[in-house]
């Protein structure tokens, strides 16, 4: 069985502030995707990482797919109260027991304060 | 735009008495996911349609069955709800499995 540990849990900062979120497995992925989730609505697909090594960004996000294909990050910097929500992991693999499935991290719940 | 929608948004039903959620997309992807969220938890897949294939996970309880008449429509039955089946339930399509997934808005059910 994969797992996908997300941490922290919980992170809650003032505006301004630079985060980072992790996620690790001892399991390789064959792609990993970032949702955010803001309370009563799906998850939005934020990034998908497919190569070791990548790095994306997206505006203030940044997303790193580690060398070996087992971790990743998510680093906000100066963060806003709009970035406020569950930040999801979620890694998928091309073949497998979990082929066409998502493993996700545990979530980690945002709050930005003003 | 293309997308992922689920309807009703809200849902009350009363303990036992079966309720069906809908969803629906534009994206004429091949595969259909029914998940299972409760409170900031991640979601857990209940069943996925890999075209007219259905794949049950091992843990989904019975009383949760799913329909996929055509491409675009697909449904979750809950034949006797309980409390516990209290949860957003979410949608998720996908072009083939192992690509990326797009989530639909949810619908919140709440059993009496």
């Known amino acids: 069985t994969q797992l996908l540990e997300q941490s922290p849990q919980f992170l809650s900062i003032q505006e301004g502030e630079n985060l980072t979120v992790y996620c690790n497995s001892s399991?390789?992925?064959?792609?990993l995707q970032w949702y955010r989730q803001e309370p009563g609505e799906g998850p939005v697909l934020l990034v998908t990482?497919?190569?070791?090594?990548e790095v994306k960004k997206l505006k203030r996000l940044t997303f790193q797919f580690g060398d070996a294909r087992k971790d990743s990050s998510l680093h906000i910097t100066a963060a806003q109260t709009g970035d406020t929500g569950l930040y999801l992991c979620a890694g998928s693999n091309a073949g497998g027991t979990s082929y066409g499935k998502l493993t996700f991290g545990q979530g980690t719940i945002l709050t930005v304060h003003p | 735009d293309a997308m992922v929608i689920q309807n009703p948004r809200y849902q009350v039903t009363q303990f036992g008495k079966p309720v069906t959620l809908s969803c629906s997309q534009t994206l004429n992807h091949n595969v259909m996911y029914w998940y299972q969220q409760k409170s900031s938890q991640a979601p857990k897949l209940l069943f996925h349609?890999?075209?007219?294939?259905?794949?049950n996970e091992a843990d989904t309880p019975d009383n949760f069955q799913s329909r996929r008449p055509n491409t675009s429509f697909c449904f979750l039955d809950i034949r006797s709800p309980g409390l516990g089946d209290a949860a957003m339930y979410l949608c998720?399509?996908?072009?083939?499995?192992?690509?990326?997934?797009?989530f639909g808005p949810g619908t919140r059910l709440t059993v009496l």
């Open positions: 990482v497919v190569t070791g090594g």
């Open positions: 349609y890999y075209d007219k294939d259905f794949n």
């Open positions: 998720a399509t996908s072009r083939d499995r192992a690509f990326e997934q797009f």
């Open positions: 399991s390789v992925f064959s792609s």
